[in-house]
């Protein structure tokens, strides 16, 4: 069984930065794409960063140049340092892993619970 729980969500005023975390556990065999989508309320999940296993980035436009994805493959774990958050960053945050548990299984898409993030103005 996969799991991921993140953590680090919280209020924060505009123009500061919180990290989230997020760390896979259970039978893992290996973990290749890891990432953060975000939902606000009547909107769709959208992208907000991915890292591949060897380290390729994306980001959401919305994001560019204020969120840093990254990745601890001896933890895990993957984080979110996100800065300069603004109003409309507000939402709930969720990670994905992309994870083969055993070596026989295949490659699934695992999320976390969500975490909620609020940018007050």
């Known amino acids: 069984q996969v799991q991921l729980v993140e953590s680090g969500g919280g209020l924060v005023q505009a123009g500061g930065s919180l990290r989230l975390s997020c760390a896979a556990s259970?039978?893992?065999?290996?973990?290749?794409?890891m990432g953060w989508y975000r939902q606000a309320p009547g909107k769709q999940r959208e992208l907000v960063a991915v890292?591949?296993?060897?380290?390729?980035?994306n980001y959401g436009d919305s994001v560019k140049g204020r969120f840093t994805i990254s990745r601890d493959n001896a933890k895990n774990t993957v984080y979110l340092q996100m800065n300069s958050l603004k109003p409309e960053d507000t939402a709930v945050y969720y990670c994905?892993?992309?994870?083969?548990?055993?070596?026989?299984?295949?490659?699934?898409?695992?999320w976390g619970q969500g975490t909620q993030v609020t940018v007050s103005s």
């Open positions: 994905k892993g992309d994870i083969q548990a055993t070596y026989y299984s295949e490659r699934l898409d695992y």
């Open positions: 890292i591949t296993s060897s380290g390729r980035l």
């Open positions: 259970g039978s893992i065999f290996s973990i290749n794409a």
